[in-house]
């Protein structure tokens, strides 16, 4: 394993849970930092962005008030996901209120910048940055990123198409700080697997999805319940960048989810979600592979409690 800050040293169950685009919310984030995992959610889906302080305040408050009451088992930290493409008007608001309430973890999405890096390192805060490729990863790196998240074949939403064996084992030839993957994780087996690839974490998102805390339609929840790896497509058109989607989302728009033309990243907001005339995250929904071993709709804390348990019974298996 790589040489982990002491912010993300001896977490029990090695998950770090993605920041999920208007689905996430302070709910969903204090119930899976009280279940153990590190939680996240994207600055952007507090609107306005008045109310991004409210949601910081509500996050911080609700996990201190768990750890005086369970000292024995303090929650784990949470991050806030940062969309640095030049689209995202609201990054310097966002940042100024990130540092007011000492935001401990930060994940950086769609370009690194040292500025957004410095800001974060200020009050002690860990930046993971999002990259689909070794080339990515350097830059990242060598803009002041403390860590990344290899995002490979089979994540939901914006996804590269790399092996996470090739990606993870290119990246782990020349860095040895912390690595999250991200591609089609949802069980305690696969988060083992992750870490024997050489990841410190797995990155899960579309899981979360289907959990009471989470803010998605009940069709949405629904679908990924019913749906497999099968109902994912990939595609560029919904917002000039390609991403895997559900494919019931993209009929119900009235379009044919074999036959879809290519988008332009030229025309798109990335900070908004908006590129084509279905609205992306609202309308056509993202999903990653993985979304198989998703059986039911739970509270957040019923999913980290079975992960836990396939976590510990693959390490039995395996005698670790």
Avoid at 146 to 167: E, R, T
Avoid at 238 to 248: D, E, I, K, M, Q
Avoid at 257 to 278: Q, V
Wanted: charge should be negative; proline fraction near 5%; aromatic fraction near 6%.
């Amino acid at each position: 394993m790589s040489r982990l800050p002491a912010l993300l040293q001896n977490r029990s169950l090695p998950v770090i849970a993605a920041p999920l685009f208007i689905i996430s919310n302070p709910k969903l984030v204090i119930a899976q930092c009280t279940a153990g995992v590190i939680g996240s959610m994207p600055a952007l889906n507090a609107r306005p962005a008045s109310q991004l302080d409210e949601w910081l305040a509500e996050i911080t408050e609700g996990l201190a008030a768990w750890d005086r009451a369970h000292p024995e088992s303090p929650a784990a930290p949470f991050a806030i996901n940062q969309i640095v493409h030049k689209s995202n008007d609201r990054l310097e608001h966002d940042m100024e209120l990130c540092v007011k309430y000492k935001v401990p973890m930060y994940i950086t999405s769609l370009g690194a910048r040292e500025d957004i890096n410095a800001a974060a390192h200020s009050t002690g805060a860990v930046v993971l940055h999002d990259i689909i490729n070794n080339k990515f990863a350097r830059k990242a790196i060598e803009k002041g990123a403390d860590g990344l998240i290899a995002v490979a074949a089979g994540a939901g939403g914006h996804a590269g198409v790399k092996s996470p064996f090739a990606l993870v084992q290119e990246i782990r030839q020349w860095f040895d700080g912390p690595i999250a993957l991200s591609g089609a994780i949802a069980t305690g087996d696969a988060v083992l697997a992750a870490q024997a690839m050489g990841a410190d974490f797995a990155y899960i998102g579309s899981a979360f999805i289907a959990t009471t805390e989470a803010r998605a339609a009940d069709d949405y929840k629904q679908a990924i319940v019913d749906g497999s790896s099968d109902d994912i497509v990939y595609s560029s058109l919904f917002t000039g960048v390609h991403g895997n989607y559900l494919a019931p989302s993209i009929r119900a728009a009235g379009m044919d989810p074999d036959n879809l033309p290519e988008g332009d990243a030229k025309t798109m907001n990335f900070a908004a979600g908006e590129g084509s005339k279905a609205k992306a995250w609202k309308e056509i929904w993202g999903c990653g592979q993985g979304i198989g071993a998703v059986k039911d709709i739970g509270p957040a804390a019923g999913l980290v409690d079975r992960l836990r348990r396939e976590y510990a019974a693959a390490r039995d298996r395996l005698k670790l």
